[in-house]
């Protein structure tokens, strides 16, 4: 499935079934590889996502000045 086509949850629950088939440890080396690339192009759409999503987040609370009215709570967890 092309990524554009998913919707950010969508991404992450297929992430989470990526690592559950991977950490069984039942996959052939070329399967797992295949599943790790995937797991791969999963994370940087997410991470992606979140980005625009903390982008659109601090737009909307910015002042007309552009100061920040309201301190945002931290997004950045573990990247």
């Given at each position: 499935?092309?990524?554009?086509?998913?919707?950010?949850?969508?991404?992450?629950?297929?992430?989470?079934?990526?690592?559950?088939?991977?950490?069984?440890?039942?996959?052939?080396?070329?399967?797992?590889?295949?599943?790790?690339?995937?797991?791969?192009?999963?994370?940087?759409?997410?991470?992606?996502?979140?980005?625009?999503?903390?982008?659109s987040i601090t737009m909307l609370i910015?002042?007309e000045n552009g100061v920040i009215e309201?301190?945002?709570?931290?997004?950045?967890?573990g990247r």
């Amino acid at each position: 499935m092309d990524n554009t086509e998913l919707t950010f949850e969508q991404a992450m629950a297929e992430l989470e079934e990526i690592v559950k088939r991977l950490e069984k440890g039942e996959l052939t080396l070329d399967e797992s590889i295949s599943f790790f690339r995937r797991g791969v192009e999963l994370t940087k759409y997410c991470n992606k996502k979140l980005d625009e999503a903390e982008r659109s987040i601090t737009m909307l609370i910015e002042g007309e000045n552009g100061v920040i009215e309201k301190e945002l709570p931290e997004l950045d967890q573990g990247r």
